[in-house]
């Protein structure tokens, strides 16, 4: 290769390996000083401990590996044909209750999936990509042609205590979603679901007495936090038919173009466009579910908020316009209060008039709810009606289908 050809090797941070080392070494200059003589043995440590200290052991073991990770330069422009052009999209009446029945189960069943995989990449018995592919792939078909219902649930706010592979199944919807908005191909399309689908694998590894703390976190249980993108390294390691574009979001989805995210400051051109797409979702889905340290906000809210960082210059302005023409200002499946009393759900967005989406309105003027032959769709950019409040998702007893 003509060196003028070569890609430029990006300069890697590895403040964090030195650290490891420092540490590491330490601890084994009074071991063999005899500091320890007497004491309980590793095994009778608390069992944080030896997992923070287990995690550091792989941090060091895998340093080339992130190291190599942390250089890649992938070819991120969007190539034709676009997956966007071979989408269609069912109305209401065009759906099914069985084509929405089957929906629903087949995401419940893949959170299932997500749990078996995460698992099988903490015991090392993942050798391909296999089950990663066959988790997007799922949803590729019913996503062609009703991208709609899938990015409803995958809006949905999580009811549960541990959200993990909830929220890394709606991730990976969330961003596949943006991603064919901006015009990638099917193929970079299902390399950015994957990398979102992977991104948070590496908070497996952090304690859960920290991962799923009531209250603020300490300076210390933070760091251990912001190891995730490194540590879901060390679990992907060894999985081949992962792209280096894909292997690139994982680590690189918490950086901020303003160069204040983790866990090398990358601001910028030096942040992959795939890992910022599925930013954009992360901090979405973070806002719109209760954590057990914060309350959750409405997915307006949520979309005001990824404005604000756009207009910051921390996340990608361009990338947030199309997740508010695929989404809505008002989210898919949001449900609004309009100016004569009526709730409605949001069921497709205006790309043209962001705050005038499709609905299906689910109530009366009083708030009673309607029967299912009796609730009916409205698109308000030729109505006289208007949204006037942005409610919360317990506003009314609803199921996440109802509407569709």
Known sequence: MNPAQQK?????????????????????????????????????????????????????????????????????????????QFMSQLSVHDRTEIHKTETHRKFQDAVGQVRILFGKLMRGEIASNALIRSIVGSFMDTFMKDRNLIVNLAAAPYVGDDYLYDHALKLCLLSLSLASSVGYSRAQAIEVAQGALLADVGMMLVPERIRNKRGKLTDGELFEIKKHPQLGLTLLEHVHGLSEATLLVPYQHHERLGGTGYPDKRAGNNVSKFSRIVSIADVFTALINKRTYRESVVPYQAMVSLLSLGGQGQLDSEHIKHFLKAVSIFPLGSLVRLDNGRVGKVIAPNPVEFTKPWISVLTSEDGVLLQKDRVHQLDLSSSQEKIIEALTPHAITHHVLDGF
Do not use: C, N
């Not at 007497?38 to 080339?64: F, I």
């Open 8 to 84: 430029p090797i990006m300069p890697w941070d590895s403040r964090r390996e030195k650290d490891i080392r420092q540490i590491l070494g330490e601890l084994k200059a009074l071991e063999e000083s005899g500091y320890f003589d007497g004491l309980s043995p590793s095994a009778d440590l608390p069992e944080e401990l030896q997992a923070v200290g287990a995690t550091d052991a792989k941090l060091v073991k895998s340093a080339p590996f992130i190291r190599k990770v942390s250089r890649f330069r992938p070819l991120d422009h969007p190539v034709q044909p676009s997956l966007h």
